[in-house]
């Protein structure tokens, strides 16, 4: 018994699709990573609660969240997307987030761990914003 598969014409058709389709996605790649960073700035905000100080150069830290797209002025090609604090409340972040305690271990900020949160709620928003590229992919 003597079996030929011919598959030469697959494996050609394969590459290309596979190449197109890493072209659409490069194209696509600072949207989606802007969509995804507004999505979690979005659920940040939502976690985080306004204090009553007001009045000159306070800024509240809800109203301080900044979303940054990097990655491919790097060189390695790939991107990413950072959500943080602006510059007059970044420094807050790691003291709301993980809590503080005074000299002698009493807690004196409770933890909020409000970037957890904010990441677990917006998973579901992410997931869909990746079925969408998917399914872009897919019909291009």
């Given at each position: 018994?003597?079996?030929?598969?011919?598959?030469?014409?697959?494996?050609?058709?394969?590459?290309?699709?596979?190449?197109?389709?890493?072209?659409?996605?490069?194209?696509?790649?600072?949207?989606?990573?802007?969509?995804?960073?507004k999505?979690?700035?979005?659920?940040?905000?939502?976690?985080?609660?306004?204090?009553?100080?007001?009045?000159g150069?306070?800024?509240?830290?809800?109203?301080?969240?900044?979303?940054?797209?990097?990655?491919?002025?790097t060189?390695?090609?790939?991107?990413?997307?950072?959500?943080?604090?602006?510059k007059?409340?970044?420094?807050?972040?790691?003291?709301?987030?993980?809590?503080?305690?005074?000299?002698?271990?009493?807690?004196?900020?409770?933890?909020?761990?409000?970037?957890?949160?904010?990441?677990?709620?917006?998973?579901?928003?992410?997931?869909?914003?990746?079925?969408?590229?998917?399914?872009?992919?897919?019909?291009?």
């Amino acid at each position: 018994m003597n079996v030929q598969l011919e598959y030469k014409n697959t494996l050609d058709d394969m590459v290309a699709e596979i190449l197109r389709s890493e072209k659409l996605l490069e194209s696509e790649q600072a949207e989606l990573m802007q969509k995804v960073g507004k999505t979690i700035k979005g659920e940040v905000q939502t976690q985080l609660a306004r204090s009553e100080k007001s009045g000159g150069d306070y800024k509240h830290m809800k109203d301080d969240v900044k979303v940054t797209v990097s990655g491919k002025k790097t060189g390695d090609g790939v991107m990413g997307v950072v959500v943080h604090g602006g510059k007059k409340t970044a420094y807050k972040w790691h003291m709301l987030d993980d809590g503080t305690r005074n000299p002698d271990g009493t807690v004196h900020t409770p933890a909020t761990h409000f970037t957890q949160k904010a990441l677990k709620a917006a998973e579901p928003k992410i997931e869909q914003i990746l079925n969408e590229l998917e399914k872009k992919v897919v019909e291009a």
